[in-house]
């Protein structure tokens, strides 16, 4: 998962977004565009994968990766 592995889990305030396009993003949270909708920061993601037991590696897999893609769809904040 690129989010992961872009940033670390000390740095909070990056998140993953969906535009006013509907295209789907990540970025630091300053660097976000004007008017996105926020569906998680890294410190969201990394407590979604402490709770269901997901390391970085896991991703790797196909299946792994649609399922932890699930839970954050699912746990989206959409602000």
Aim: proline residues 5%; charged residues 25%; hydrophobic residues 40%.
């Amino acid at each position: 998962m690129s989010f992961v592995d872009s940033y670390r889990p000390d740095e909070i305030d990056a998140l993953i977004f969906v535009d006013d396009e509907g295209k789907f993003g990540f970025s630091k949270g300053p660097d976000a565009p004007v008017g996105c909708r926020t569906i998680m920061n890294r410190g969201g993601v990394d407590r979604l994968m402490v709770l269901h037991t997901f390391v970085s590696g896991d991703f790797a897999e196909p299946g792994q990766r649609e399922a932890f893609a699930a839970l954050v769809c699912d746990d989206a904040w959409l602000s």
